[in-house]
């Protein structure tokens, strides 16, 4: 590798307000608002806030609609959230949210019953009924998500060939509804990729499809995180979900399921370093994980927030 | 790169004991040889246990004679320690540990006026005298250690022509004694590198010594310990620093100096996966991780140590 076989620019998408605090304890809605906020001010472009999801099962989402109200927005920036099924849907749709209209797909049969509560077959089938609301509403598919393409507590390694089939007929489902997403997640839910894993599962399906743009979607459980990123940039990725502070799971609980995502500034951090430009604000990211930290009251893995840069670390020194 | 363009084995030496336990508040004897020993049961083969360094400066290394005294060894096990000068090679060879003579070399001239007390064209010099006192005692020299190769907390950004530069001045400085180190540690002594640097400066030094081993010690301070590992890995470098649990700092404390070494475990678990052989037990390992982690009585960094792997997740699962 050279830095001229690495991407020029990347589009670091912000999922800490959402599925890093749907991990935590409840945060307070103006934590949530303050958060949100300060994230907006630091070049993301795209920040995940809020689950219209079930409050009984996801407390920690119940102030969803609320979180949409009270926003104070940037121009430029778009503040997004998620749903699973299409009551969710009619949630977001009269929230005020950002609304990029996605459909999702499970590797894993047992992840797609534990998250959806419905086989990885049925969840595809039940994707083209969301596709037509969607339609409906005007609104044009934004991504498709591939969840545990990587591997699953529950299921154990998953091969590349299996994440590509399965890709494959979630694909033949959308194109049914004459449509195509912008982008396919490659979703390591659980952190159970390595680089090797993610550059051949990158490799399978970018040979069937040539011209889908593929992101990834990246945990740092087991602490490969930006090893795996590296490989992908290396491919030629150039869209990743991220979250601040690499929020979204205590790593002292043990806790598998909870591992937060890549950490955004230090993943911006790596890619700026190494020229690739995030357009992001590092020392505002940073000011950022640190709030974060403070917000839910114990130690978050980032680590940039800590160490900072060698050029700064250089001029405190000689100060 | 397909898994083909990685080695097929590595050296991952352990580094915790030293390095690690030198950056913790004095840890007890007894539990130094509990980890020691412990170690010493999971297939490494080099375990750095002791620094012979001023007990006045470095409390935490005081008992160095006697961890090497008390050891209960194993055969096939080298248990190493290093020291900075004759004075501490004449403890190390009095003390019965396992020694592998070095000599060392600063980029950062002032990294080398706190490190080792004199700028860096000083320290190339005394190096001179250690390699007479080896040969004296009929030592080879096994390595050379380039300090601060990617960058320093006090000079900033180093560039790679820079290192390589100074490397050559280093290696100028052992030839004229007609020896030749069986290894160069590029060292990123305070975890400043970043990927594409790491090519550059191996790129640059196996151009000039092509016949020349090289190897890193990389430190994770800024969450890219295991990504400039996978650049190195790709770059056919089969020989690794690591500690324990990431053994070596508190990511807590902001304490940018002593932040650990590349995560013993975790970097193995990526070798492991992508099929790199380290000849290492895993879950024996993560065993040792959790005892460093009971020993300084803090959360580590190490990943692995929580999180398993996904396959005996999934067996839990399943059962």
């Known amino acids: 590798m050279n830095p001229g076989d690495l991407p020029s620019r990347v589009l670091i998408q912000e999922e800490g307000p959402r599925e890093g605090f749907q991990s935590e304890a409840p945060v307070a809605l103006p934590d949530k608002l303050r958060l949100i906020e300060a994230l907006a001010t630091t070049g993301l472009s795209r920040i995940n806030c809020v689950s219209f999801v079930d409050p009984q099962r996801v407390p920690q989402m119940a102030d969803a609609e609320e979180v949409a109200r009270r926003l104070a927005r940037r121009p430029g920036v778009l503040y997004t959230g998620i749903w699973l099924n299409e009551q969710g849907f009619e949630r977001a749709l009269t929230s005020g949210i950002d609304l990029l209209p996605n459909v999702v797909a499970s590797v894993s049969d047992t992840f797609a019953m534990k998250n959806n509560r419905c086989s990885g077959a049925e969840l595809i089938r ?52 004459d449509t195509t997403p912008r982008t396919v997640y490659l979703c390591d839910t659980v952190g159970a990729a390595n680089p090797v894993l993610v550059r051949r599962l990158l490799g399978l399906v970018r040979s069937r499809w040539p011209d889908q743009e593929f992101a990834l979607h990246l945990h740092d459980t087991r602490g490969m995180g930006l ?68 917000i839910v009251g114990h130690p978050l893995p980032g680590k940039f927030m800590n160490a900072g840069r060698i050029r700064h670390a250089s001029a405190a020194a000689r100060a």
Request: proline share 2%; with cysteine; charged share 25%.
């Open 227 to 294: 090893a795996n990123a590296l490989a992908a940039l290396e491919m030629g990725v150039v869209r990743f979900d991220a979250s601040v502070a690499g929020l979204g799971g205590c790593p002292f609980a043990g806790n598998r399921a909870a591992a937060g995502n890549v950490c955004t500034e230090d993943l911006a951090l790596m890619c700026e370093e190494m020229g690739v430009d995030t357009g992001l604000d590092l020392d505002a990211l940073a000011a950022c994980a640190r709030l974060a930290q403070d």
């Open 126 to 177: 039940r994707q083209g009924a969301m596709i037509e609301r969607y339609k409906a509403e005007g609104l044009a598919l934004d991504a498709a998500h591939v969840f545990t393409a990587f591997g699953c507590h529950f299921e154990g390694d998953i091969a590349p060939e299996k994440s590509h089939r399965d890709a494959g007929r979630a694909a033949a489902g959308v194109r049914e509804h």
